[in-house]
């Protein structure tokens, strides 16, 4: 039983292409699909993943997902055992909501360790329609994995879709101690 925090590679990618125990994603509260990531996950991984959302609407989550959470459903047919859901903060510059997108990496670790997880992919949670810049996001997301031990989870993997995400996740990676 180790405690320690997950290794982090970083892929540039399409998160959906990932052979991975779990794929997180980038929901929103009514976990009935979306844009981006929600989109692509739901495209490519099928009317499955859906049935699963809505029946977790039928009962836990009849108000939806709350942000910061996280909640498991089938990955359908994706290259992976689940898919994690998570809703993360519309970026505010009036609040500072940078807990709530910490919650949302920390959340999806103690979910995928829960289902003995060895290797989760995430994307760069609230960078994109939710508007989130990218530095601060790479900040947040790579600070909560290094600090969270989710055994068995060994490997942690940030899938940015194009080539600055990844330039940025790699100078932040790099400049942490
Ligand atoms: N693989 C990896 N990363 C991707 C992919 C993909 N297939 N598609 C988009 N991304 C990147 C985006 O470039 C961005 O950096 O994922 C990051 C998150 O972007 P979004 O998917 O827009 O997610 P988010 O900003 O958290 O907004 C969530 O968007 O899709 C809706 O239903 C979703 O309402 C929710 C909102």
Same mark, same amino acid.
């Given at each position: 039983?180790?405690?320690?925090?997950?290794?982090?590679?970083?892929?540039?990618?399409?998160?959906?292409?990932?052979?991975?125990?779990?794929?997180?994603?980038?929901?929103?509260?009514?976990?009935? @699909?979306? @844009? @981006?990531?929600?989109?692509?996950?739901?495209?490519?991984?099928?009317?499955?993943?859906?049935?699963?959302?809505? =029946?977790?609407?039928?009962?836990?989550?009849?108000?939806? *997902? =709350?942000? &910061?959470? =996280?909640?498991?459903?089938?990955?359908?047919? *994706?290259?992976?055992?689940?898919?994690?859901?998570?809703?993360? +903060?519309?970026?505010?510059? /009036?609040?500072?909501?940078?807990?709530? *997108?910490?919650?949302?990496?920390?959340? /999806?670790?103690?979910?995928?360790?829960?289902?003995?997880?060895?290797?989760?992919?995430? +994307?760069?949670? /609230?960078?994109?329609?939710?508007?989130? +810049?990218?530095?601060? &996001?790479?900040?947040? =997301?790579?600070?909560?994995?290094?600090?969270?031990?989710?055994?068995?989870?060994?490997?942690?993997?940030?899938?940015?879709?194009?080539?600055?995400?990844?330039?940025?996740?790699?100078?932040?990676? /790099?400049?942490?101690?």
């Amino acid at each position: 039983m180790t405690n320690a925090a997950p290794a982090i590679i970083l892929v540039r990618g399409d998160i959906t292409e990932q052979r991975v125990d779990a794929i997180v994603n980038a929901a929103n509260s009514s976990l009935l @699909g979306g @844009g @981006g990531v929600d989109g692509a996950i739901h495209r490519k991984g099928g009317p499955e993943i859906l049935a699963e959302c809505r =029946a977790l609407r039928a009962s836990r989550y009849g108000k939806g *997902l =709350a942000t &910061g959470q =996280a909640v498991a459903t089938t990955a359908g047919r *994706l290259d992976a055992a689940h898919v994690i859901h998570t809703v993360g +903060p519309v970026h505010s510059t /009036s609040e500072d909501r940078s807990e709530l *997108l910490a919650s949302c990496y920390r959340e /999806s670790l103690r979910v995928a360790a829960g289902l003995g997880a060895r290797t989760v992919a995430f +994307p760069a949670i /609230s960078t994109g329609i939710y508007g989130w +810049p990218i530095d601060d &996001g790479a900040r947040i =997301a790579i600070r909560t994995v290094r600090e969270t031990a989710a055994d068995p989870v060994v490997e942690v993997r940030f899938v940015l879709f194009d080539e600055p995400a990844y330039q940025t996740f790699e100078a932040v990676l /790099s400049a942490m101690p």
